[in-house]
Structures are given as C-alpha cells and as structure tokens.
C-alpha cells in the first residue's frame, strides 16, 4: 500500500508540451486517480519549463476526463490556467470568531 502517497507519472509531448497522470490510490477523494489535478504543476511545471525552455507551457492529464492546463511564462513562477466546473458549493463557519466562507469544489 502507498498510504497518502500520490504517483505522476509525466511524459513529453512536444517542444512545448508534457503529459501527467496522478495516481492516488490512498488519499480520502474516493477514487484511485485524480482527474485534473493542478497541484501537480507546482512541481511538474517548473521541471518541464527547465527541460523544454518553452515560452509558454501547455499540460495534458491523461485521466478518463482528461483535463488541459496552460501555465503562461513559466519562468517567472507557476501559474495555472484551466477550465473548470463548479460541482458542489460549501458553507464553512471558521471555529472562534462566526465568520463565514463559501468555497466552490
């Protein structure tokens, strides 16, 4: 068992261009592989930026929904930029002082 650990494992695309799963078998989200995980670009996108010197960075995740990202001028830090949907929205009272956050996952 991999306890909380996750695998990605990445794979060149084209000059400017990568591929990555996320294979999560052990976390709590309830299936074996993350379908579009931008986190992962945290430490993917820096690497890839070094390796392939693009001007701008483009990323598939090869997961059964496929998610796209784009991180624009990857040398000056990692920003991502994708689609998403909105699939549940929370009501979160933060303990001490009654404030409240709404957080779309």
Known sequence: RL??????????LGADSFAFRFFCPGFSIGEDEDPGTGSALSSLAPYWAEQLQPASLSAEQWSTRRAQFRCPEPEDGVVIVSECAIVEVRRLEL???GTEKEAGI
Do not use: F
């Open 95 to 97: 303990a001490g002082n």
């Open 3 to 12: 306890g909380d650990t996750g695998i990605i494992p990445p794979a060149p």
